[in-house]
């Protein structure tokens, strides 16, 4: 049965370095979370203490009431941001060998090989060493140690990092395959077109705090709303009078504004046709990656 994975106030020091600060949230069951945040934000601290490779000074990392012990470990898929394949071993004896670290049978473990490099179109080149191949094709082999064992929850550090497109839409499906199955997954990016269209929910981490929590569309629409007016005739500052409004500019008859939350729309298209026609009239929500700046700059 499916677990959640479950962050419980984790904290970590190294020396007058915060690197988290009572860190909690949590990946439910067939949920992929996408963990975004800058460069030492504490991203692959924390999915370090999740696996054990590191130890918390305080705070708990459970799969569901049980907390990860090496028993726990052994059921996790993990694929490290630093990439840890032995460059001079075979590919398919590499595979089967962290298999049975996992405890599969020689037997399964074979088969789980031959599946996953199938499925990661990597077949032909078991017999390979994995310093031979493409850049790409040494992350589907990452993956495939990643799914091996048939983990119940994934942890991915910069799972995307450096793959083509084609390789992109290969991991996105196998992280949604894995997902469907009730399995937990939870990966970093810095591509967070990529997280926005993936992810059930997505967390943004800033110097070892969670800042935000939520589905993309929750993150959203806690914002600002910005409002693209097309109007050519429309003076320069004709909404700066209406309140919970800010003119970000104009140009060209094209005015942007921001919004805030309690704005009614309809009072700026009534302003703005008082000056004549209007040619263009659209909200834009923030993206995720709008967020993401708001969230780092604060």
Request: with cysteine; aromatic share 4%.
């Amino acid at each position: 049965m499916p677990h959640t994975l479950t962050i419980d106030g984790i904290s970590k020091r190294y020396g007058e370095t915060v690197a988290l600060d009572d860190l909690s949230f949590e990946v439910r069951p067939g949920e992929i979370f996408g963990f975004v945040g800058s460069n030492g934000a504490g991203k692959t601290t924390t999915m370090r203490i999740a696996l054990g490779v590191l130890s918390a000074d305080s705070g708990e990392v459970r799969l569901g009431d049980k907390p990860v012990d090496l028993d726990v470990r052994r059921t996790i898929g993990y694929m490290p941001e630093e990439r840890g394949l032995y460059p001079k071993m075979k590919v398919g004896k590499q595979l089967a060998y962290l298999a049975e670290l996992h405890g599969m049978s020689r037997s399964a473990a074979r088969e789980a090989v031959m599946r996953w490099t199938d499925r990661l179109s990597i077949s032909g080149r078991v017999g390979d060493t994995v310093d031979a191949l493409s850049l790409g094709n040494q992350q589907r082999v990452q993956l495939a140690a990643a799914l091996v064992h048939d983990p119940a929850v994934l942890v991915l550090d910069e799972p995307f990092s450096g793959l083509d497109p084609v390789a992109v839409d290969v991991m996105s499906e196998v992280l949604v395959e894995k997902a469907h199955t009730g399995v937990p997954v939870i990966f970093s990016s810095h591509q967070l077109e990529l997280v926005q269209r993936l992810c059930h929910r997505v967390g943004i981490i800033s110097h070892g705090r969670m800042r935000a929590v939520g589905t993309v569309d929750e993150l959203r629409g806690g914002g600002d709303v910005r409002l693209e007016v097309h109007a050519p005739e429309a003076p320069v500052g004709w909404a700066h009078h209406l309140e919970g409004v800010t003119t970000m500019s104009h140009i060209d008859g094209r005015t942007l504004l921001v919004l805030s939350p309690q704005v009614d729309d309809q009072l700026i298209l009534h302003t703005a046709l008082k000056t004549g026609p209007v040619h263009e009239f659209s909200l834009h929500r923030p993206t995720l990656a709008d967020l993401f700046r708001e969230v780092v700059a604060a």
